[in-house]
């Protein structure tokens, strides 16, 4: 499908979004980073709400002010954000909490850290009306924040890149069946059993 163009009101988006990644993003972390080492605490930012503003300045579609409720913007587009640049590590040896800037495990001094990859986007669907709602949404965004460089453990440039998925379209029919199996197969079932349910998990490695 062609977006409405009329939900366009963001302009000179391109100029704005190197702008709002430099004040919002890359700024702050510097700035948290700097602090995590005196406090030890995750130098991690939330990255929810900073994926709807990254959203709109994409799309030049604003969002509804809505918050968690609502449409995320203002053409009815739901927008799933995954970060995968503030993700804690494990220590190999000792099984400790290893920070991203960290190089040795803070606890028993091992170089053998397990660098996590493996944050994905979340879909909740707990009946059938928000699995209906999924099956006929316009458009779905999503943002993802990552490093370009991990697999040869490089974290000092991040990647921010963004998907749409257009559910009600026969060439991304596949999004439908894989929602649609979750909340049958997975989720009620569980939901029945009295198990611990989850939301439907998208990996970015499916598609990126």
Not at 121 to 136: A, G, K, M, P, V
Request: with cysteine; aromatic share 8%; glycine share 6%.
């Amino acid at each position: 499908m062609t977006p409405d163009a009329n939900k366009i009101t963001i302009f000179d988006n391109l100029q704005q979004i190197y702008q709002f990644i430099d004040e919002i993003i890359v700024t702050p972390k510097r700035s948290l980073k700097k602090w995590a080492t005196i406090t030890n605490q995750t130098p991690a930012a939330k990255i929810g709400y900073i994926g709807q503003h990254l959203a709109s300045l994409i799309t030049g579609v604003p969002g509804t002010g809505s918050g968690a409720r609502g449409d995320d913007l203002a053409d009815g587009s739901e927008v799933k954000s995954c970060n995968k640049i503030d993700q804690a590590d494990k220590c190999k040896d000792c099984g400790a909490r290893v920070m991203r800037f960290e190089e040795t495990c803070p606890e028993c001094g091992s170089s053998k850290i397990d660098r996590k990859d493996d944050s994905k986007w979340l879909f909740s669907i707990r009946d059938e009306h928000e699995l209906n709602q999924y099956l006929t949404m316009d458009r779905v965004v999503l943002i993802l924040m990552d490093y370009p460089g991990f697999k040869q453990q490089d974290y000092k440039d991040m990647r921010i890149t963004c998907y749409e998925i257009y559910p009600k379209e026969e060439r991304m029919k596949v999004f439908g069946e894989l929602i649609t199996n979750h909340y049958y197969n997975i989720y009620l079932p569980k939901l029945t059993n009295n198990e611990k349910t989850n939301p439907m998990n998208l990996h970015p490695t499916l598609i990126v």
